[in-house]
């Protein structure tokens, strides 16, 4: 079935679900990386991994190519491997994270945008995690706000 005129003319079994988080049209980059963090919040909601997935679905990097989104140079081509440096220090402290708050914002240009944010993890860990965004501009994705990088910037058991 189609929708109707007012929803787009896109036909209905391409509509994103709800758990189906990823980049899209009517996100700003702010409202993007607070996407990001809530998942990772309840990264075993709706199943296993679930916020590491919606990361991943933001990361702009070229799966064919070594990749520094995590700061270091890796090989982030495949699922597993970004799943692996999500789920490993430092980055472990986003997951299940108790709160969060706003550091700093910059907008960096029209297609770049950063901001820095405080997490407090769930062992006690206090770290401060920057996200790096662009615009994608051309092509299919034209307009949508991805994370260029994901860096922790300092982290500490408190």
């Not at 490993?88 to 910059?106: A, E, F, G, M, N």
């Not at 062992?123 to 092509?139: E, I, K, L, Y």
Request: glycine share 6%; net charge neutral.
């Amino acid at each position: 079935g189609f929708m109707t005129a007012e929803e787009g003319w896109v036909p209905a079994r391409r509509r994103r679900r709800d758990w189906e988080l990823g980049p899209g049209a009517h996100l700003s980059p702010a409202e993007a990386v607070q996407m990001q963090l809530q998942a990772l919040q309840n990264n075993n909601e709706p199943w296993v991994d679930h916020g590491v997935e919606v990361l991943y679905r933001f990361a702009a990097f070229d799966p064919f190519e070594r990749s520094n989104y995590f700061g270091q140079s890796w090989d982030l081509g495949q699922f597993e491997r970004f799943r692996r440096l999500a789920r490993d220090r430092p980055y472990d402290i986003l997951l299940w994270h108790l709160d969060r708050k706003v550091s700093s914002t910059l907008q960096v240009s029209d297609v770049q945008w950063q901001q820095r944010i405080e997490v407090h993890g769930i062992a006690n860990q206090h770290a401060m995690f920057s996200f790096h965004m662009r615009r994608r501009t051309g092509g299919r994705y034209d307009g949508l706000w991805f994370t260029e990088q994901l860096i922790c910037d300092s982290a500490e058991q408190r």
